[in-house]
């Protein structure tokens, strides 16, 4: 496994992969590794002769008041995470590498759906990952990319400008993850005690109560969302409520009715660590 510093480092690697008529796949992470970042490496490596992870904590994606300075870093644990899934190459650039002195280019996202969900709260967060992210697809010349379900709006996002700049990758969504207690896997759960663990695993019991209605025939958006908001409210340890939401998916259009596939989508704080879920309703229907 290389460990890429640079642009020239991971340009090279690319091009050389290239010339050998390698298809590459692309995994692109912040780091402090955990069974959801593995699942999207293993994909990759089922799919893609040469596949190149990065390790990058990306600062333009945090606002002034997240958590970019606490955000874990241990590179080593994953430099050792990833020998065991056999990625071929880990770019882990330096912040001054990926934006040198008088950087000024960004991708940014319009229409009202990067406004939406957890872009109401985090207003430049998404510029930050399109830019990232079409700046990774292009040094890695990669073919296929790996995104989680975890970060669906994520995942809208990037098909959106993927499609609209004509960039030639194929975007794959990779199902969530999730600890035993149902608690998506993330690296910011670490950030909450045992017990606020253990209680935050009430975001997918909340998921799966509306997800439960809705299999029983029940469409109404808003009746959904009630059932959702109401297990989540009954949880004194959830201390904020962001948004409890039914949008269509990729487009995350409002809806009243549920119809085709739909993404409903929470966010809430347990103690101070916001965390985020989701479910996509009507998928395979
Ligand atoms: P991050 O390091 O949090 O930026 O995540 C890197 C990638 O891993 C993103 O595409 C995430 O959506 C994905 N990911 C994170 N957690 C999970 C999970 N629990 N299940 C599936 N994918 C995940």
Redesign the pocket.
């Known amino acids: 496994m290389k460990i890429l510093r640079t642009v020239k480092e991971i340009q090279e690697f690319a091009l050389n992969a290239k010339k050998a008529g390698r298809t590459i796949g692309l ?11 593995l ?2 490496m293993r994909t990759a490596r089922a799919k893609c002769d040469v596949v190149i992870a990065s390790v990058f904590v990306n600062p333009t994606q945090f606002g002034p008041n997240e958590d970019y300075e606490k955000y874990p870093r241990r590179f080593a644990e994953d430099e050792k995470k990833m020998e065991t899934v056999g990625i071929d190459a880990v770019f882990h650039p330096e912040p001054s590498e990926m934006y040198p002195e008088r950087y000024c280019t960004y991708v940014t996202v319009e229409g009202d759906f990067t406004h939406k969900l957890c872009g109401a709260t985090r207003p430049i967060h998404f510029r930050g990952v399109a830019t990232v992210v079409t700046k990774l697809i292009n040094l890695a010349r990669a073919d296929e990319a ?6 669906a709006q ?2 809208c996002v990037v098909r959106r400008f993927v499609e609209d700049l004509n960039i030639n990758c194929h975007i794959n969504m ?5 600890e035993p207690s149902g608690l ?5 759960n670490e950030y909450m005690s045992p017990e606020e663990r253990a209680r935050a695993a009430v975001l997918y019991e909340s998921l799966k109560l509306g997800k439960a209605a809705y299999d029983k025939g029940e469409r109404d958006a808003e009746i959904l969302k009630k059932i959702v908001r109401g297990r989540l409210e009954a949880e004194p340890f959830v201390k904020q409520i962001d948004y409890v939401e039914i949008l269509t998916f990729p487009y995350l259009d409002d809806i009243k009715t549920v119809e085709g596939e739909c993404l409903m989508a929470i966010a809430c704080y347990v103690g101070k660590t916001r965390l985020i879920d989701n479910v996509i309703l009507g998928q395979g229907e």
């Open positions: 995994v692109p992470t912040m780091g402090a590794l955990h069974e959801g970042h699942t999207l790996f995104f989680g379900q975890k970060d994520q995942v990779v199902p969530i993850v999730r998506a896997r993330s690296s910011r």
